[in-house]
C-alpha cells in the first residue's frame, strides 16, 4: 500500500466493535481486531455470531471482573499488532506483569477462564516466580491461604525436612542406639520365657512412645537444657521414626531381661513405668553419644536442636498414641524403677 | 473479594499445577505443606525439574532427593523430567539410569538431561531408545555408544545432542533417521566424539544447528553434511572444522553461517532462497558459485572480521536485488591484519542500492579507510535510504569520533529523506 492510499480513510473502514458483558451485568466495547485475538472471543462471534450489538452482548465467564477485562484487552491491543518484534514483546510483557499479588493472580483467573495463552503463560510464569524459594509460612501470607493443615500433617517424611539437621541428628542417634542394642543383647543370655506376639511389642512401642511424651514433660519441668535428657528424648524418637522390626527386637531382648516385667492389662496410666525402665537403659548410653555428637554441631544450635527435638519427639508422640486403636490390649509393666536401673547400668558401664 | 480470601482458590487444581510445572522441584515440594488442598497437590505436577545446585551440590542428598519424590509422585504420565548435575559425580550414571528408566516407564514426553561438560559422559540405558511416548529429547555430556540398531524415536520432534560421545559416525544417522517426525535438530560436536563427518539427513526437519563446543579440536578435515529439503531456518558455526555440504534447501528463511571453511559453494550455494541471512566468512570468492542470486534475501549481516569482507559485501550486494537492511558489524577480532589492496567499486550500480534499501546500520565503526569508502559508497548510492546508523566503536575518542561525524555527514547522500543517526 503506497502513502497515498493510506491517507484516505473510507468511513466503511472504520471500526466495528465487540459487546461483552461480564458477570456483574456491566457491558463493555472493544475494537474487533482486539477482541478476537482471543480465540474464546473469537470463537462466540464466529460461530454463535454474538456481540455485534449491545443487546447481543457476549456473556464472559463469572472469574472476569470488568478491570480485569480491561486489562486483558490492553494486553490484546499490544499484542494482535503482527508488525511487533519478538524484543518488543517481551519487553511490554515484563512491564506489563507487573503488578501486586492480588491482581495478579485475578488477572491469571480471568486469563485462564478466557483461555487466553500466552497471558496465561505470562501469569502463571510470574506466579511460580513469586512461589519460588520461598518458604510456606511465606507464600501463605502472600496468597492468604488458609493454614489449616494439623501438625502432624505438617511433619510428615519426606519434603523439606530431608534437610533438616534434626532428622539427620535423630538419624545418627538412633544407630547409634540400634547399635549398642544389639552388642548388649549378644551379651546377656537370653531365655525365652513366653513367646511375645507381634502385636503385644507393637502396643509396647506405642505406648513407650505415648510414656516418653509424658516423660518429656515432666523432664521439661526440670531442668531441660540437661543433656542427658534431650539426649534420651532424642533416642526414643529415633526410635519411632525408624524400623519398627528392630526395636520390637530389641525391646523384646530389653523386656526379657528386666525380671521385674510382667504383663498386666491396666489403663494408659501405668505405662509409665516402663517407659522409665526404657529410659533408664539408654541414659547410660548418652555419655557415647555426646561424644560423637558434640563434634560436628556447634553448641549454641545444639541446644536449639536439642529443644527442637524435644518438642517434635513431643507431636509425633502424640500421633502414635492417637493411633493406637480400642481392641489391642494395652501391655503394662511395673516396675521397680530403682532396680531396674541398677541392675542395668551394671552392664552397660561395661561398655564405657 | 475479601483480603482475608484465599486468592487462588478461584484457580482449577489444573492451573495450579501449571504454574508449578516451571518451578524446580525442590520448592514444589514445598507446596504440600501450605494448605490442605495443597497437600497431595504436587504429587500430580506434570514436570519434576531437578538441580544438583539447589542441593548445595551434595550427590548424595540430591539422589535421595529425587528417588523419593520420584517414588511418591503419583501422576500417570510425566509430561517432562529435567535433570541437572553440574559437577563429577561417581554414581550418577546408575541412578541416572534408574531415573531415565522410571521417566520412560511413565511414558515421558520430555527429557532433559544434563551433566556437566569436561566429565567423562555417563552412560544412558538402553530402554530410552524404544520409547514411543518422547516428543524432547536434550542431552548433554553423555554417552550414546550403547545405542545399538533398534532405536525408534518415532515421535521425538526436538532433538539436542550436546557434547554426546558416539559410537562412530554412523551413529548419529542412525538415531535420526528412526526419528520419523524430527522437526528440530541441534548438535554440538565436542573434542573426543569419535565423530569425523556429521550427517543430517532429515526430511521433516525445520530447524537446524550444528556447532562446536568451545573445546579445542584436533585436525581441520571434519565436517558437516546435511540433506533437509524442508529446512526453515539453519544455523552453523564451526571455528574449527573443514567442510560443510548441504543439499538444495528451497524453503529456508532464516541462515546464520559463521565458518572458517576456504570454500562455503556447497553451503552457501544452497542458501539461494533465504530471506535474512548472518554472514561470517573468511572467503569472498569461494563464498558462493558465480552467477548466484540472492533472489529473496531482505536483511543482511555481515560480519567484518575477514581479511577482504568488502569484496564480499561486494558480491552480495550486487546479487541480492532486494536487499532493504544491511548491518555490518565485527563480530570477531580481527583474524588478520587487512591487506592493502583496494576496494574496488562495483561496476554498475546495484539494483538493491537504487530501488530496495531502507536501513543500514553500521555498529563497532572504526572510521578506517576502507570503512570510510564503504559508508560514503552507500550513502551517495542508496536514494531510498530512509535510516542510517553508524555507531562508533566504544574506544574511538573524543577526537577520533568527531572526525567521524565530520566525514560522514559531509558525504553527499542520495537520498534526500535519509536521516544520519551517529550514535
Known amino acids: 500500500m503506497s502513502e497515498g492510499e493510506m491517507a484516505i480513510i473510507k468511513p466503511e473502514m472504520m471500526k466495528s466493535y465487540i459487546w461483552l458483558e461480564t458477570a456483574d451485568g456491566s457491558i463493555q466495547q472493544v475494537e474487533q481486531e482486539v477482541a478476537m485475538y482471543c480465540p474464546m472471543i473469537c470463537q462466540e462471534v464466529l460461530q454463535k455470531g454474538v456481540g455485534s450489538s449491545k443487546n447481543y452482548a457476549i456473556s464472559l465467564p463469572q472469574r472476569v471482573n470488568p478491570a480485569m477485562l480491561s486489562l486483558i484487552f490492553d494486553y490484546c491491543r499490544f499484542h494482535h499488532v503482527p508488525g511487533r518484534s519478538n524484543k518488543e514483546r517481551k519487553i511490554y510483557d515484563e512491564k506489563f506483569i507487573r503488578m501486586d499479588t492480588k491482581r495478579l493472580c485475578e488477572l491469571t483467573s480471568a486469563a485462564d477462564s478466557l483461555q487466553l495463552k500466552p497471558l496465561v503463560d505470562l501469569t502463571s510464569r510470574a506466579l511460580a516466580r513469586i512461589i519460588e524459594g520461598k518458604t510456606p509460612e511465606e507464600i501463605r501470607e502472600i496468597f492468604h491461604l488458609p493454614d489449616d493443615l494439623t501438625e502432624e500433617e505438617k511433619l510428615e517424611p519426606l519434603k523439606n525436612t530431608m534437610d533438616d539437621p534434626r532428622i539427620r541428628l535423630l538419624n545418627r542417634l538412633y544407630a547409634k542406639k540400634r547399635k549398642e542394642l544389639k552388642e548388649r543383647e549378644k551379651l546377656k543370655s537370653v531365655e525365652v520365657e513366653e513367646h511375645v506376639d507381634e502385636r503385644s511389642v507393637d502396643d509396647l512401642l506405642s505406648f513407650i512412645n505415648g510414656r516418653d511424651h509424658k516423660v518429656v514433660k515432666t523432664s521439661k519441668s526440670k531442668k531441660k537444657n540437661k543433656k542427658r535428657k534431650e539426649q534420651k528424648n532424642g533416642t526414643s524418637m529415633g526410635i519411632c521414626e525408624t524400623s519398627e522390626k528392630d526395636l520390637k527386637h530389641n525391646l523384646h531382648s530389653k523386656s526379657r531381661n528386666a525380671e521385674n516385667v510382667d504383663k498386666t492389662a491396666s489403663s494408659l496410666g501405668d505405662v509409665s513405668n516402663l517407659l522409665s525402665m526404657e529410659d533408664d537403659i539408654f541414659t547410660p548410653k548418652t555419655e557415647f553419644e555426646d561424644g560423637y555428637i558434640d563434634d560436628e554441631i556447634d553448641p549454641a544450635l545444639k541446644e536449639m536442636l536439642d529443644r527442637e527435638v524435644e518438642d517434635f519427639a513431643r507431636r509425633l508422640n502424640s500421633s502414635w498414641v492417637l493411633s493406637i486403636g480400642q481392641e489391642r490390649q494395652p501391655v503394662h509393666f511395673s516396675i521397680n524403677g530403682n532396680g531396674a536401673t541398677r541392675r542395668l547400668t551394671g552392664p552397660a558401664a561395661g561398655h564405657k | ?423
Not at chain 2, 556429521?198 to 579445542?216: D, E, G, H, I
Request: hydrophobic residues 40%.
Open chain 2, 1 to 423: 473479594m475479601g483480603s482475608c480470601r484465599d486468592r487462588l482458590s478461584q484457580l482449577p487444581d489444573d492451573f495450579l499445577l501449571q504454574i508449578l510445572s516451571w518451578l524446580p522441584t525442590k520448592d514444589v515440594l514445598v507446596t504440600s505443606l501450605l494448605s490442605k488442598r495443597w497437600r497431595f497437590l504436587w504429587t500430580l505436577v506434570p514436570r519434576l525439574n531437578y538441580d544438583l545446585r539447589l542441593h548445595d551440590n551434595t550427590y548424595p542428598r540430591f539422589s535421595q532427593f529425587v528417588d523419593r519424590s520420584l517414588l511418591l509422585h503419583k501422576a500417570k504420565a510425566l509430561e517432562g523430567l529435567n535433570i541437572r548435575i553440574g559437577s563429577r559425580c561417581n554414581t550418577a550414571e546408575n541412578d541416572v539410569g534408574v531415573w531415565v528408566r522410571t521417566a520412560v516407564d511413565r511414558f515421558v514426553r520430555e527429557l532433559n538431561i544434563s551433566y556437566c561438560s569436561g566429565e567423562e559422559p555417563i552412560r544412558l540405558p538402553r530402554c530410552l531408545f524404544t520409547c514411543t511416548t518422547l516428543a524432547v529429547l536434550k542431552l548433554e555430556n553423555l554417552s550414546l555408544v550403547d545405542v545399538s540398531c533398534y532405536a525408534c524415536f518415532q515421535s521425538v520432534k526436538t532433538l539436542h545432542l550436546l557434547d554426546v560421545k558416539y559410537v562412530d559416525d554412523q551413529s548419529l544417522p542412525r538415531i535420526i533417521s528412526t526419528c520419523s517426525s524430527l522437526e528440530d535438530l541441534v548438535v554440538q560436536r565436542c573434542p573426543g566424539d569419535n565423530v569425523k563427518v556429521v550427517t543430517v539427513t532429515a526430511p521433516c526437519l525445520k530447524t537446524l544447528s550444528l556447532n562446536k563446543s568451545s573445546q579445542a579440536f584436533e585436525g581441520d578435515d571434519d565436517g558437516f553434511l546435511v540433506d533437509a529439503p524442508k529446512l526453515k531456518r539453519l544455523d552453523i558455526e564451526d571455528y574449527w572444522g573443514g567442510f560443510c555440504y548441504i543439499e538444495n534447501m528451497p524453503e529456508v528463511v532464516e541462515a546464520n553461517v559463521d565458518v572458517i571453511y576456504k570454500n562455503t559453494e556447497k553451503l552457501l550455494g544452497s542458501l539461494t532462497s533465504v530471506k535474512r541471512l548472518k554472514l561470517c566468512l573468511i572467503t569472498s570468492d569461494a563464498a558462493y558459485p558465480a552467477g548466484t542470486v540472492f533472489s529473496h534475501l531482505v536483511h543482511l549481516e555481515l560480519c567484518t572480521c575477514a581479511p577482504r569482507w568488502w569484496d564480499l559485501l561486494t558480491r552480495l550486494i550486487e546479487d541480492s536485488p532486494k536487499l532493504r537492511v544491511l548491518k555490518l558489524r565485527q563480530k570477531h577480532i580481527r583474524r588478520a591484519p587487512s591487506p592493502r589492496a583496494s576496494w574496488k567499486q562495483p561496476v554498475s550500480l546495484p539494483k538493491c542500492l537504487l530501488f530496495h534499501l531502507e536501513t543500514f546500520k553500521w555498529e563497532l565503526y572504526e572510521g578506517s579507510q576502507k570503512q570510510k569508502e564503504v559508508a560514503t559508497f552507500i550513502l551517495k548510492h542508496a536514494i531510498r535510504l530512509k535510516t542510517a546508523i553508524i555507531s562508533p566503536k566504544p574506544s574511538s575518542t573524543l577526537l577520533e569520533k568527531h572526525e567521524m561525524l565530520k566525514e560522514l555527514s559531509s558525504s553527499p547522500r542520495g537520498s534526500s529523506t535519509c536521516e544520519l543517526l551517529f550514535d
